[in-house]
């Protein structure tokens, strides 16, 4: 059964164990609990007011264990953050990298092992105290191996403030860059969506066809996660073709990311209802 809400996958999952986290809100914080270290780290060691700051959620995971990404597929639900920021900032949405494909047969999920970083812009307002500021989220999440297990905790970070160009937390400027490179283009694809029975067909031109294609959906019960997804190329455009989620009506627009030889691609399209080409 898939889960539907993440109270209630938390209210019949076993405890995942006791947080321990920075006492005192410092450059980053991190907690861990029995098979993940979760970190909040900004990129850069200050902020400047009203320019945007970026801050990486990171998840260091046990061998065979793993989170979920935006759409856990069959089983699993996202990581969650509810900031805690001053008056006039602000938190952007969640940046997410492409995914893994985790098959538990006849289950098909989706989510990240071993480490991930998650980016989050968050905006500034042009005048800010002195400092420093005090940035705070409260960080929900699953980590799953045979079975699920909920994780918590509040992170408090605090940036000087500065008027110059802030430095890199040099530490973390490799992760924040192996991030960035991971996450899906939003540009050079052109796609179309066709809907025909209880078939979905994705219609990709813009680059080249691949050798290996496969399409993650933004949001749960469009496509059977677990069912094969069939490439065709001809000519500079190719086709997957992938199965409708059971007991749904077509959506009108498809949404996700395209991964087409490891480099992902953000779709976003209408969908059209008529026979897929041949």
Not at 16 to 37: E, H, K, M
Request: charged fraction near 20%.
């Amino acid at each position: 059964m898939k889960p539907r809400s993440f109270a209630a996958l938390l209210a019949t999952a076993a405890l995942g164990g006791t947080l321990v986290a920075s006492a005192a809100p410092a450059l980053t914080a991190s907690a861990a609990s029995r098979n993940a270290v979760v970190t909040l780290v900004p990129e850069h060691t200050s902020l400047v007011p009203g320019q945007p700051l970026w801050v990486g959620l990171h998840f260091k995971l046990a061998p065979e264990w793993h989170t979920y990404w935006k759409n856990g597929g069959d089983a699993g639900l996202p990581a969650r953050i509810r900031w805690r920021l001053p008056d006039g900032f602000t938190a952007g949405e969640i940046q997410w990298p492409l995914p893994e494909r985790l098959p538990t047969e006849p289950l098909m999920s989706y989510g990240y092992g071993h480490e991930v970083l998650l980016l989050v812009e968050l905006k500034t307002p042009a005048s800010v105290g002195a400092g420093p500021v005090t940035l705070g989220a409260r960080v929900d999440w699953l980590e799953c191996k045979d079975a699920c297990l909920p994780g918590k905790a509040e992170l408090d970070i605090a940036l000087p403030v500065t008027s110059g160009a802030p430095k890199p937390l040099l530490d973390w400027a490799g992760a924040f860059q192996k991030a960035r490179a991971r996450l899906p283009k939003n540009a050079g694809v052109k796609a179309e969506a066709i809907s025909s029975g209880k078939q979905l067909t994705l219609v990709v031109s813009g680059i080249a066809p691949p050798k290996q294609a496969y399409f993650y959906a933004a949001k749960p019960e469009v496509i059977e996660h677990s069912a094969a997804q069939a490439l065709q190329a001809s000519g500079k455009t190719f086709e997957l073709r992938m199965t409708r989620a059971i007991d749904t009506s077509p959506p009108q627009t498809l949404e996700g990311v395209l991964e087409a030889d490891g480099q992902g691609y953000e779709i976003r399209t209408p969908v059209k209802a008529e026979k897929p080409r041949r």
